[in-house]
């Protein structure tokens, strides 16, 4: 396994602190709003990550975290005057279940930051003791990056953005610029407040991550964990800021390897919120199924840029489609074993830090060659068997093709166009079997218009929608 390591800015080997297991953290959501492509996004790019390395035949444990107190989630419950707790438990389900959808397995570990603050107050007590904190007057706590003489070793970047450095009001008693608040004090009036003994406040934002590592992995001399992961806009300051407050406080590193994914884009433009294109995904998912966004968000490369459009999202279902339409050539049953060399393909594509470009390639060129293999011999039952096989490895390494082909291409159809068209299939093969070909011919047209098309098989008549 070779991935790209942001601090190095090159691909190297992996090799994980214990052999054969791999320890991955990465970065979840703040939980105030629904989930976008950007969080989509993410949550796929190590998705794959966390399939290839198991197809490896590694040991994963995956940690993904809720960032659930934060100054926007505040802000959301005097906006709606709800709680803290019923604001982020309704936004954590939703978004379980959306990428669930999009057939994200789920993390090992999911922390909530609200369920770590003894950790995080042990952790920047610590650190004041050590003299690498240093407590305001009004209570807030701020890191000392001057005593970091490794600040910047991971993002290569340092930079005065105010707003970014911690998310929180700063203040003219920070001691430098880059310096970032790990708590923030509560003024008067102030309803999330949590005790501590520098003062009764709330977290920062980067310290949640170095706590929930430093409590749920135990590491080695060197490093606590393997590979630490997020989006790229996370890189600084938000993982510089954590690699430093772990440094100081364990003197150990706090990942081996880092690794981001690349922005979304809507049409060309980035997407934020502050542009008023944020894209969220359950609209996303209201006109689309979820593996058919998975299949056109994990087409590109992790660490590229991504430019969301409806027509490359229509294109690209035609690639997945290709898939699916071999999976009607074959005999419902039990699938053989996957043919050696599309597995091994497979796995040293996504090997090379998860080229997926070179994967879906290799796919493409299967579905061609067992097309043409099938027009020759139809009935060779253990071809379609191996076939079969090779897409349930497709469906447990990359997470799609896995479902029943005739129910795949009736997605999007509702209950009542699903009756009405069932009906019609009824008529044409009381019509056929009566020999009113007219009849028959009528009704196919007909389903036509419904953007329906049909299929007669040996197990009857099988329909399919067209976008």
């Known amino acids: 396994m070779v991935i790209y390591d942001s601090a190095k800015k090159t691909k190297v080997p992996f090799e994980p602190i214990r052999e054969g297991e ?22 796929l790019s190590f998705d794959l990550l966390v399939r290839t390395l198991r197809a490896l035949e590694y040991r994963v444990t995956l940690a993904k975290n809720f960032t659930d107190v934060d100054d926007k989630i505040i802000k959301k419950m005097a906006q709606t005057g709800k709680s803290l707790e019923e604001i982020t438990s309704h936004y954590i389900a939703v978004y379980l279940d959306e990428m669930g959808q999009l057939g994200v397995q789920r993390a090992d570990i999911e922390p909530k930051a609200t369920e770590t603050i003894t950790e995080m107050t042990a952790m920047i007590q610590q650190l004041i ?40 009001v700063h203040t003219g008693e920070k001691k430098n610029p880059k310096d970032f608040a790990m708590w923030k004090a509560c003024a008067g009036g102030e309803s999330v407040c949590f005790p501590s003994t520098f003062s009764s406040g709330r977290p920062g934002w980067h310290i949640e991550c170095s706590a929930m590592i430093e409590k749920y992995f135990e590491g080695d001399e060197c490093y606590q964990i393997d590979i630490h992961g997020g989006g790229a806009d996370l890189l600084f300051p938000h993982h510089e800021n954590e690699a430093a407050q772990s440094r100081c406080a364990t003197g150990k590193e706090l990942a081996k390897y880092w690794m981001h994914n690349g922005f979304v884009q809507i ?14 995904l359950k609209d996303a998912l209201k ?23 409806e027509e490359d999202l229509l294109s690209s279902k035609k690639r997945l489609d290709k898939l699916y339409r071999l999976k009607k050539r074959l005999t419902p049953g039990k699938a053989s074993v996957a043919n050696k060399a599309f597995r091994q393909a497979l796995l040293d594509a996504m090997s090379d830090d998860l080229n997926i470009s070179v994967a879906l390639s290799v796919i493409d060129e299967m579905v061609a060659t067992a097309n043409e293999t099938l027009d020759k011999e139809p009935k060779n039952k253990m071809l379609k068997k191996e076939i079969l096989a090779n897409t349930e490895l497709i469906d447990t390494l990359l997470g799609f093709g896995g479902k029943e082909p005739f129910s795949y291409f009736q997605i999007g159809v509702s209950d009542a166009a699903k009756a009405e068209v069932e009906a019609l299939i009824a008529q044409r093969t009381e019509a056929k079997k009566a020999k009113d070909f007219a009849s028959s011919d009528a009704i196919r047209e007909r389903l036509k218009k419904m953007g329906i098309a049909i299929m007669d098989t040996a197990e009857g008549t099988a329909w399919e929608r067209i976008l």
């Not at 991955?24 to 949550?43: E, N």
């Not at 049409?267 to 969220?280: H, Q, T, V």
């Not at 006109?287 to 459009?309: Q, W």
């Open 287 to 309: 006109a689309y199924d979820g593996e058919v966004l998975r299949f056109y968000l994990i087409g590109v490369h992790y660490r590229n840029d991504f430019n969301f459009n």
């Open 267 to 280: 049409n060309g433009e980035k997407m934020s919120k502050s542009l008023g294109n944020s894209f969220f």
């Open 129 to 168: 003791d050590q003299g690498y904190a240093y407590r305001i007057s009004n209570g807030d706590v701020y890191f000392d990056t001057s005593k970091d003489s490794h600040y910047g070793d991971i993002s290569h970047k340092v930079t005065e953005d105010e707003e970014n450095q911690s998310r929180v």
């Open 22 to 43: 791999a320890t991955i953290y990465v970065c979840g959501p703040t939980v105030y709003d629904d989930a976008h492509l950007g969080h989509a996004r993410s949550a």
